[in-house]
């Protein structure tokens, strides 16, 4: 099973609304990601989590906070966001680093996230 | 110069041509590749890693070219339902996976 499972699908908030979007993978991988994509561009890394730590903060902004309660779940806490910030948040998985062809990324379906 | 680089296309083809799709990395250090497919509004799959020797999936072959440091990928017998974009991912072995911009394909019936 290479599924990683993303809610809310669809997500429309107001800039001083709080909300959370929330990831799980019950793969055993050990390294999970948020990503960030606008039409037509790639999607951009924003955090990485391994072994529920955080490896990596692409410099996000604070209003965007990530969390990893366990090893499956992985949360991003949105807080006070801008119009620009309107994307498809999309969550990701591998086994552990990107060290050898073995290790593949998998995408959940992502949330669609429209800010007013 | 950015990282990976592929032509955006788009690529028309016939049903049941062959096309090919080259992407280039900067990074020699690079250890890890794959080509995903990624649909209007939907996520990335992945559709192969690379090996280093190529490595083929039915319709669909894969090269390394680590001397001119390029991949490629090459899809046989193209289907409609093929028409998407191939996004090229490159990593050098840190949990940092570098995409390239995609090239859109549009296969015609």
């Known amino acids: 099973d290479t599924e990683v499972t993303q809610t809310p699908k669809h997500l429309v908030m107001g800039m001083t609304n709080k909300k959370s979007l929330k990831c799980e993978q019950h793969m055993g991988h050990r390294a999970m990601y948020w990503y960030k994509q606008k039409a037509k561009k790639p999607p951009e890394l924003m955090f990485v989590y391994s072994y529920e730590k955080l490896s990596i903060n692409e410099s996000v902004p604070s209003r965007f906070s990530p969390e990893c309660p366990n090893s499956s779940l992985l949360n991003l806490h949105l807080h006070a966001l801008q119009p620009e910030d309107s994307a498809l948040y999309l969550c990701?998985?591998?086994?552990?680093?990107?060290?050898?062809?073995?290790?593949?990324?998998?995408f959940g379906p992502g949330t669609r996230l429209t800010v007013l | 110069r950015k990282e990976v680089e592929q032509d955006p296309g788009p690529f028309n083809v016939p049903e049941g041509a062959t096309v090919a799709f080259n992407c280039t990395y900067s990074n020699s250090a690079s250890q890890s590749f794959f080509w995903y497919r990624q649909d209007c509004r939907k996520e990335p799959k992945l559709l192969m890693s690379?090996?280093?020797s190529g490595n083929e999936d039915g319709r669909f072959t894969a090269q390394l070219n680590r001397a001119s440091q390029y991949i490629s990928l090459l899809i046989r017998d193209s289907k409609l339902s093929d028409s998407a974009t191939y996004l090229c991912?490159?990593?050098?072995?840190?949990?940092?996976?570098?995409f390239g911009t995609g090239t859109r394909l549009k296969v015609l019936a």
């Open positions: 990701a998985s591998s086994q552990d680093y990107a060290g050898s062809p073995f290790n593949e990324q998998f």
């Open positions: 690379v090996y280093s």
């Open positions: 991912v490159v990593s050098s072995g840190t949990y940092k996976y570098i």
